[in-house]
């Protein structure tokens, strides 16, 4: 699951970012701006900027644990590696498996709450196109 959130978080960056740079490239000079065309460019520009925020806060990492886990390499890695072992030697079935299922729910919250992400970005994305096409269709005939 992690991979189709990472692959489809790309492909949006890449359009975002794109359509960010066409709006801007596009852009008559301020002196030339309408009110219908401060209106477009700054809400394309925003829903745009707000898809990008959205999915920064996707793919931002959430490391921190609830417990000390001997599966998660978060608080294996702030352990001494005398600590791991000697936790890990003596850490019985039952404990292995609780720990097991923790993890899994917490990496289940995790992704739930990237895909969460996604599906704002998508949203913004998709309500930007329209203002977006305006924005370039005036950008041309108040450039000229």
């Known amino acids: 699951m992690y991979g189709r959130f990472d692959t489809r978080t790309s492909l949006i960056v890449g359009i975002t970012v794109a359509m960010l740079g066409v709006i801007a490239s596009l852009s008559p ?3 030339k701006w309408t009110p219908l065309f401060w209106i477009s460019f700054l809400l394309s520009a925003g829903l745009l900027a707000g ?3 959205a999915l920064y806060f996707g793919l931002f990492p959430k490391t921190a644990s609830p417990n000390t886990s001997l599966v998660y390499f ?3 890695g702030n352990m001494k590696v005398d600590e791991f072992r000697r936790r890990l030697r003596t850490q019985t079935d039952a404990e292995y498996h609780d720990d097991l299922a923790e993890q ?4 289940a919250g995790i ?3 990237k895909f969460w992400c996604l599906k704002i970005a998508l949203a913004l994305l998709l309500l930007a196109a329209l203002p977006w096409t305006l924005t370039v269709f005036l950008s041309k005939h108040i450039g000229q």
């Open 29 to 31: 000079a301020l002196a």
């Open 51 to 53: 898809c990008l925020i």
């Open 74 to 76: 978060g608080t294996i």
């Open 104 to 107: 899994c729910h917490v990496n």
């Open 111 to 113: 992704l739930a709450r």
